[in-house]
């Protein structure tokens, strides 16, 4: 038997296939990460301004969500604030919340304060490289 199968014949260093949110306002972009998470065997769902993400969010279960920074309607620092109000008032503990992964042009230092402070978990410069969001995902 390979040491690295379990009884059941599943491969414990294979990686978990996730239901993702991506969020995303640019079309390209948007299509660009979608197909890329969907060849890596992930479940993908889009919203393309926070309210829509939010509004999924309600109804639907992701185990990652991928937020756009400066979006119409609603930007991904006011949705993200309000997917933890929302997981707040489900009861949700620290350890089960969605993984929210700012994905912006804008990386300074102030930025990437203000994604932490507004509950985003990590964060990635466009334009993204798949293999290093593929690691953050399976965090």
Known sequence: ???????????????????????????????????????????????????????????????AILMDIMMPVMDGLTATREIRKEESARGLAQGERVKIIAITANAFEDDRNKFFESGMDFYMNKPIEIEELNRILQL
Not at 6 to 16: A, D, I, L, W, Y
Request: hydrophobic fraction near 40%; avoid cysteine; charge should be neutral.
């Open 1 to 63: 038997m390979d040491p690295n199968q379990t009884m059941s014949g599943s491969n414990p260093r294979q990686e978990k296939k996730l239901a993702i949110l991506v969020v995303e306002d640019n079309a390209i972009n948007l299509r660009l990460i979608t197909a890329a998470l969907r060849r890596a065997g992930h479940s993908v769902d889009t919203a393309t301004d926070g309210q829509i993400a939010l509004d999924k969010f309600k109804i639907n279960t992701y185990d």
